[in-house]
Structures are given as C-alpha cells and as structure tokens.
C-alpha cells in the first residue's frame, strides 16, 4: 500500500474548493468502503484500504480538473457512487483520491422511452421522476433507492426488471459522458457497441458524468407473497410465469423455505415451512398469475399494495443476503447462472442439496439475459473458509452452473460470462495510459490471458 499523501486534501481545497474536499479520517475511511464485507475473505483484504483524500465534484469541470491534476502528480483515483458495490469496486486498493459523484445528481432530461441524469442521481429518485411523466425505469438494483445511475451501470449488472428486460448488457444503457485520464482529459461521448467499455468495468476506464438509460411505460404493479410445499412447485411455477410474454413483471424471486426466518429480519412475516416466490405483476395480470399460483399447488399468502411496506425489492436480490447476515453474519453469499433448461436446473438444485445439504439455500431471480430466461441465483452459503468457497465455485461449474465470484475484488477474476473485455481493455490502454483509474481491479489482457477462471 502507498503511504499516506498528507499534503492531498490541501491541494485538492485549492484546486476545487474547501467545500468539496473532505481530509477527516473517520470520513475518508467510511467513503473508502463499500459492501465488500458480504464477503469474509474481501473483508480480510479490503478493510486496511483508505483513501488519501475525497472530493465531491460537483460539475463536470470538477472532474476534468481532478482528473488532470491527478496525472500530473501520478495520483490514484477511484470514482464512487453511493458505495453499495459488494466486490470492493468503490475501495481505494491503493489510497489516493476518491472522487464521490453524488453532489452531481441532477435528472438533465426525460424524454419518450429515455431519461439523462447526471451520474451521480440516485435511481430511486430516477425512478419517481420517470412515474410522474407515466414512464419507469427497465431495470433497477434492488438498493435502488440509494445507488446512483453510473455506480449501477459501471459496478452491478441487473436487479428488478431484469426478468423482462435482460441485464445491463441488454440495450439499458443508452449513453454516457465520459471523462478520461489522459494528460489532457477529453470528454467523449459513449453509445453502441463503445459502452461495453464502461458496463461493470469498476470506473477502470473513464469517468461517467451523465449517463441516459431507456424507460418503459409505467405500470400499476402490485406484490404478490406466493407459497408452495415443494421447492419444485415454486421453480417449475416461476419458470413458467418468466417465460409467458403475456403476463407483465418485474420481479419473479425464489427462496428456498428455511430462507423465510432469516427474511423476518427486516418484515416479519415469513414462517419456515414453505418456499417462497416473491413477485411484482401487473395489477390487470393478477388473477391469471394466482390462478397458475393455484395450478402449481401455491397459495397467496399476503398482498401488498405497490409503494408500502414491506417492499418485495428489500426482500430480493443481494437483500437477501443482507437480512440473513443480520441474523447470523457466518453468512455469505455466491452469484451463479443455473441452466435455462428447466428440467437440467432442477437436476442441477438436487445435486447442490443432496452435497450441501443447508450449508447451501437457495434463492433464485429470474432473468432474461441475452435472449434467454434462467434461473439467476445468489445462494446463501455458510462460510467455512475460503478454500471451502473455491471448493464450492468448482463443484457448481462441475454440474453447469456458472459462478460469478463475488469473493474477489479483480474484475477478471469475477468470471462474468457476458462481460466485453476486448472493449475495455482497448478502452483502458488509451484513457487511462498512466493507470491511474481504480488501480488494482483490472488485470489486463497479458495477464488476463494468463489467469485459468477468465470466461470473456
Ligand atoms: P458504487 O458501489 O459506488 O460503485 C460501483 C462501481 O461503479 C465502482 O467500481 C465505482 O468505481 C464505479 N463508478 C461509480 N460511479 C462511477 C462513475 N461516475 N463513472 C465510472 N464508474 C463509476 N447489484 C445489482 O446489479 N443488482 C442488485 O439487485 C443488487 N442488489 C444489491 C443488494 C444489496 C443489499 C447490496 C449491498 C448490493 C446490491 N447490488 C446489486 C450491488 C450494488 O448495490 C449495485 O450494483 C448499485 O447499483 C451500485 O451503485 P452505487 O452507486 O452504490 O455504486
């Protein structure tokens, strides 16, 4: 790790503004983290990072003269959105400045079927803006209400919406600005096949200062808590309902029966005996998806009114394994891909519980990535150990289920199939000659090649 750079905030004061610059070390620690901690073995790694200094720029000449100065002097720089990333990405590995883009959160224009936000707007507000003009986000993750719109598009992948839109690789992203860090940083104007260079890239290759995402019409939806005895019922019901076109969702969330107690931690409402299927459907689809609830032997159990409390979104996702680490935080968690054949994912479920047993439970969210609906999963996993994970990660990709291993801070190392490295590693070499755009998270084309878990 670098030392300390005690004369950075000073500098940073004069450059920008005192306003903008934070030097306090409980501050600069706090801003130096996200949710990596989800993850023991991050945590071991991650926890001793901290960044020389934070500003908070609050135009895009802010980050331009940041950018500059920073190549000048050779200074690392790690852009942040709400830090709410789970891999580390937002972590400064090697301290220097962080650049948090959340004073920069203006919706610039709403427009039919797209909106342009600054980078740093947070997607929950994007979200109300989009429904006072009759529109709605596609796709959103589930910490929606806190995370901003460039830390989604260069740190996440899907979330809500993702069941009927795809991920972000699927035509959500539209544009961004992007500001590079070459001695004179330039500002380019990202779109088509050229974003590929920015989505889950970790902020390794520009700065993004606004970015325009499509919308969909809005839609009266509400939340269903469905049941079912058998795991089987609940998978083969979701998979069904992902797959027909013509009921309208957002949200098709499965997790395994003993996951419910763990859920009470933020709504108590779960019991421990059945499985269950959280979902956001169309008002006008309600009775057609209760009458496929009843044909697979589920009941409803509760419904809840779009907008109250509980909410489905803080129960699905990575929120799950938010609520049970609160329980127990022995907890961790794994991102994999179970086949789109049905019948070979419900081979693939047997084989984990019949080795796991509860070491593993299962929560599934229904995705429809590059065309094709499956089962996207983030299992609860215990943690033993870090070989215990490894161990895991192998057997599932034994059996066909690809893991996305959020255990590792390297980009490459996460092993997203869907990930464009040919457009970042160009991207890389020519904004960021001097490497210094989140150093540490990107491992490059040479050695990329020579690591064995790269999937791209
Ligand atoms: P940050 O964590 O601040 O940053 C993420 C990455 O983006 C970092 O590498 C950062 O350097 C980069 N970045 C930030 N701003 C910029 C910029 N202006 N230009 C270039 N790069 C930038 N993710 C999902 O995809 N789907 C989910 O459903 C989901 N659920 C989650 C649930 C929980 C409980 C938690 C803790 C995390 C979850 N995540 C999920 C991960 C994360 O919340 C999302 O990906 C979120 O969108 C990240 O946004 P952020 O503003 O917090 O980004």
Redesign the pocket.
Known sequence: MRALDKTLPDTLADLLGASKVVADPERRLRLSR??YRYSQVLEERLDGCVADAVAFPESESDVVAALRFANGRGVPV?????????YG??VPLEGGLVLD?TRMDRVLEIGDGFMRAE?GARLGAMERRAREEGQELRIF???YKK??V???V??????IGSVTHGQLWDGNVLGCRLVTAEEEPKILAVEGEELFS?VHA??TT???TEVTIPLAPAVEWTQLVTSFVALEDALHFSDVLSRDDLVTKRLVSVSEAKIGPLLNAYAPIFGSERHLVLLWVASEDREKVLSAVANHSGTLDREIPYGEHPSLSDLS???T??WARKVDPTWTYLQAAFSADHEEAMGQVREIKGRYGDEILLHFEYVRGAGEVFPAALPLLRYISAQRIDEVIAFFETIGVSVANPHTHLLEAGGRKRQRYDHIYQAKSTHDPGGIL?PGKLRGPVEARAGSEVDA
Request: proline share 2%; charged share 5%.
């Open positions: 996200d949710f790690t852009v942040r959105g709400a830090g709410t990333g789970n990405q937002a883009m980078s993750p589930s910490t995370s901003t460039a830390g989604f260069a740190g996440g992948s899907g979330g920015v970790y902020g520009g700065i993004m996702w990575n929120h394994t938010l989140n």
